[in-house]
């Protein structure tokens, strides 16, 4: 059974950072392209960042220097750094793996950006 679990949300005020984890099991993760998107309120979800099995990143201009994708292959995890936070990155985060058109997704995590 693969499951994908996100954990590091939460509430932060402008200009702080947070960084989210996802931890895959059930799959070898380090074979997909792992990624992030988000979805705020009354918004479509929406790429943040990805990262393939080799390691290239790409992001999101909305995301671009403030944010850094990277995996730790060996305990199946991606993590996604969160600076300099603006309030219109609140949304719920959720972590994807996918590889040759087979596409797995966590539960998501909050992230709230306020003051």
């Known amino acids: 059974q693969v499951q994908l679990v996100e954990s590091g949300g939460g509430l932060v005020q402008p200009g702080g950072s947070l960084r989210l984890s996802c931890a895959a099991s059930g799959i070898s993760s380090s074979f997909y392209t792992m990624g992030w998107y988000r979805q705020a309120p009354g918004k479509q979800r929406e790429l943040v960042a990805t990262?393939?099995?080799?390691?290239?990143?790409k992001y999101a201009d909305s995301v671009k220097v403030r944010f850094t994708i990277s995996r730790l292959s060996g305990k199946n995890t991606v993590y996604l750094q969160m600076n300099s936070l603006k309030p219109e990155d609140t949304a719920v985060y959720f972590c994807?793996?996918?590889?040759?058109?087979?596409?797995?997704w966590g539960q998501g995590t909050q992230v709230t950006v306020s003051s």
């Open positions: 990262i393939t099995s080799g390691g290239s990143g």
């Open positions: 994807y793996a996918a590889r040759n058109g087979q596409d797995y």
